[in-house]
């Protein structure tokens, strides 16, 4: 019956990998909540279990090399170059969402989870937009700011990590001391590895020439993503912060090799990243569903749409009106981080099964809000009177 339900499994699987392409094109709809809506399917007719060793292996496998990916949308040299008066109101815009996240989830009655749910930023489906309506000011800002925001983003859902898994408690102090002495040791590596590549401009290119029949690019992504990985397991830290901080390392200091990301992307959401996604649809539980957590999903949308609209009012002399709420519009996406929380959480029993569908349906509900809504406001067109 094993055996059985593997070679199903792996059927299965491959049926979603060859066909989520033609259904995303079809729909127009981002290819990972396609890729979640299959997984809801087939979980439904029992064809995919989320709770077989093997399937739960691969998705976590997906879901670090998608943060592997996340971080490789971090340049910490560009960041470095960005206007002071801008990053100055990036973090106002920053300080202005996590104290409307506070306010919000204090109001209406939600856990302290949901204080970082809420503010949660991810950069990943801004690209998609940019595909759809070409670059723009506002969207430039948006990709540049939320850069920041990711950054911070994945630092907190670390801190949540410790928290849902030790409590208020000594260890909980123990694993804060230990993420900000490893948080120091990198960026100690990171000022020590740019120098020594200032010093030795060839060593990049020697590492990772830019013609290579042996893939020693590849090679050196995948080794620093392994390593890392033990190193965060060693440390009894979230492999998540390993993996993103492997992106940026690559991002930043091998940014020469611009053929790097388009070699690993490719593996990731042709395969390992599907995986992880169609795992989260085939977890959600619809035999639990009720118009309460059609209420909920709603509420949850609405406040993580409107407080990031609220928040980006800071840049309103720079982008007026309009632009200013696609900005703000633009940035409600947090796909895969928010799915992470969720998922940290539900493990750690934080947060209800029934939260947890609530949280993936809600982060699947933004992004179709929000790449409709995008299209739709950036064709209207505002006329001054007289």
């Known amino acids: 019956m094993h055996a059985n339900e593997n070679i199903i499994l792996m059927i299965s699987l491959s049926v979603a990998l060859l066909i989520s392409p033609f259904i995303s094109n079809k729909l127009k709809f981002p290819i990972s909540v396609v890729e979640i809506f299959l997984g809801i399917i087939l979980g439904l007719f029992h064809l995919v279990n989320p709770h077989n060793e093997y399937f739960k292996l691969m998705a976590e496998g997906g879901f670090l090399f998608l943060m592997l990916l996340a971080g490789m949308e971090v340049n910490l040299k560009d960041l470095l170059k960005i206007d002071k008066s801008i990053f100055k109101k990036a973090f106002l815009f920053l300080l202005i969402l996590y104290i409307l996240s506070f306010w919000s989830a204090h109001v209406l009655g939600y856990g302290f989870i949901y204080i970082i749910i809420f503010a949660l930023i991810s950069v990943g489906l801004l690209l998609s937009i940019q595909q759809e309506i070409g670059k723009t000011q506002w969207l430039s800002l948006a990709i540049t700011v939320g850069v920041i925001g990711e950054l911070i983003s994945i630092l907190m859902l670390t801190m949540l990590s410790g928290y849902v898994k030790y409590g208020f408690s000594k260890e909980l102090l123990i694993n804060t001391g230990v993420l900000v002495a490893f948080l120091g040791g990198m960026s100690f590596l990171f000022i020590l590895s740019r120098t020594l590549f200032w010093w030795y401009p060839n060593l990049k290119h020697s590492l990772m020439p830019g013609v290579d029949k042996y893939h020693q690019d590849i090679r050196i992504a995948f080794s620093l993503f392994f ?122 029993h934080y947060i209800s099964q029934v939260q947890y569908v609530e949280l993936v349906i809600t982060s699947v509900a933004e992004v179709i809000i929000v790449m409709f809504g995008v299209k739709f406001i950036n064709k209207l067109q505002f006329h001054k009177k007289g």
């Open 227 to 348: 390593i890392m990985i033990a190193v965060m397991i060693v440390l009894k830290m979230d492999a998540v912060l390993g993996a993103f901080i492997v992106g940026v390392f690559l991002k930043t200091f091998f940014d020469h090799n611009h053929k790097l990301e388009h070699k690993l992307a490719p593996f990731g959401f042709g395969f390992l990243i599907t995986i992880f996604f169609v795992y989260v649809g085939s977890s959600i539980d619809l035999t639990s569903f009720s118009m309460g957590m059609i209420k909920d999903i709603l509420i949850l949308t609405s406040i993580m749409i409107v407080i990031r609209i609220i928040s980006a009012f800071v840049f309103i002399k720079e982008l007026k009106f309009k632009n200013t709420v696609l900005f703000g519009l633009s940035l409600s996406m947090p796909l895969t981080l928010l799915i992470a929380t969720a998922t940290i959480a539900k493990d750690y």
